[in-house]
């Protein structure tokens, strides 16, 4: 899997400050079903920066299972073997009262690379849908590339993305 190559001169990673993805209002049905999330975003990005489909996700082999009783844990990798994201899923499967971990790193996106975490809270007969930001980092090895970044986030989030260190 290509990454940004790291040592000197290599670039620094950039936190997400500022422009976060609006959480939906807890038990607002159309609230939860309108607002985009990070399935939308990565849809876009890949296909804008790569052509590359992420919708359909391969499970990983290995890392998933029952971690410990209650824990389940899951791994998948969305696009292709070169190109896509890495997806770490953690269930509390004993209380709904836990929310869904998610923890995803992208590869093979020309001069981008992000770490993603998020949570998915339980919405009532809706399940795990509430979508709430946690961390994200990431790294362009340009200004264009970090522009193309934006201009993607901004498309699908309507909010401009704001990095610092």
Not at 9 to 27: C, D, F, T
Not at 117 to 128: A, E, I, M, P, R
């Amino acid at each position: 899997m290509p990454r940004i190559k790291n040592g000197p001169g290599a670039p620094n990673w950039m936190i997400l400050v500022g422009g976060m993805v609006q959480e939906p209002a807890h038990g607002d049905v159309e609230d939860l079903t309108a607002l985009p999330g990070p399935p939308s975003f990565l849809r876009a990005l890949f296909k804008d920066l790569c052509g590359v489909d992420v919708s359909q996700h391969k499970k990983l082999a290995a890392g998933g299972g029952v971690k410990e009783e209650g824990v389940h844990e899951s791994r998948f990798i969305c696009g292709t073997d070169e190109t896509g994201y890495e997806q770490h899923k953690t269930v509390f499967t004993e209380s709904s009262d836990f929310p869904v971990v998610v923890d995803l790193k992208t590869f093979g996106l020309p001069g981008i690379e992000m770490v993603w975490h998020y949570d998915l809270t339980y919405q009532g007969q809706l399940g795990h849908c509430g979508f709430r930001h946690r961390h994200l980092r990431a790294r362009f090895d340009s200004a264009p590339a970090k522009a193309r970044f934006e201009k993607i986030w901004v498309k699908v989030f309507d909010v401009h993305p704001e990095f610092g260190r």
